[in-house]
């Protein structure tokens, strides 16, 4: 009776706990809300971003060829990435792009008091602010990571939560790989992660290359299936 008891109880909290991974981790959970995970579904728009730059060598590429190719983006900045790259960060600004805190140094937000996420967030808003003269009203957290304590800190200050609906899973595919999995994951209103930097590491441990080399592939696999590249601001207005 008791090993039967035991198990239970030990299956109910394996259940909690995959539920609770899920939860506060899973791009397309809503349990903390409020949370833009995908815009309208009316159109053909999707609207692309780009997490943990600025990064010297390959922020310069992605705004070259978003440039020739007239599209839009949203740029989730760490801020000890624009203290390093403040002229990368007013160049995304100068040429048109939105900017969103990815906070201070790529915090994994687990088990992080409320505290230290807000001075994480808080720091990045300043720095973004004296390098770009703007604040940001937008957060994605890193890894997509939520805890307790982040919503009621974001709501203070009056910002909103974005994560994602499609993905190149470009931190671990190929070329080839990242264009098909950023396509195959399009619907109407996808909001689309890709990344132009990797964490706050040094330059000589950031590899975005393939990154790179898909962008151009995806934005025009993109249009050929239809899709029109919106500011995320039109996701937000509407929403």
């Not at 600004?93 to 915090?107: F, M, R």
């Not at 996420?117 to 940001?136: C, L, N, Y």
């Not at 109407?188 to 990797?198: E, R, S």
Request: proline residues 6%; charged residues 25%; aromatic residues 10%.
């Amino acid at each position: 009776m008791l090993i039967h008891t035991l198990e239970v109880i030990g299956g109910l909290g394996l259940a909690f706990g995959v539920w609770f991974w899920w939860a506060c981790s899973q791009p397309w959970s809503t349990f903390f809300r409020p949370v833009l995970i995908r815009g309208p579904r009316e159109g053909n728009r999707v609207t692309l971003t780009f997490d943990d730059g600025p990064a010297e060598g390959y922020t310069e590429q992605i705004l070259a060829i978003l440039r020739e190719h007239r599209v839009p983006a949203t740029f989730f900045v760490c801020g000890k990435n624009v203290e390093e790259h403040p002229d990368l960060l007013r160049r995304i600004v100068a040429e048109g792009h939105e900017v969103g805190n990815h906070t201070y140094s790529h915090l994994f937000a687990y088990f992080k008091s409320r505290r230290r996420m807000a001075e994480e967030i808080d720091r990045t808003q300043a720095i973004i602010e004296k390098v770009s003269g703007r604040r940001p009203g937008i957060f994605r957290p890193p890894y997509g990571a939520r805890w307790f304590g982040l919503m009621p800190t974001l709501l203070q200050r009056g910002m909103r939560m974005i994560l994602w609906s499609a993905t190149g899973y470009d931190w671990k595919k190929d070329t080839k790989g990242i264009v098909e999995a950023a396509l195959r994951e399009l619907k109407p209103g996808a909001v689309i992660l890709l990344h132009d930097g990797h964490n706050t590491r040094p330059r000589g441990e950031v590899d975005r290359s393939r990154t790179v080399d898909a962008l151009p592939a995806i934005i025009a696999g993109a249009r050929k299936r239809g899709y029109a590249f919106a500011p995320l601001s039109d996701f937000l207005s509407s929403a």
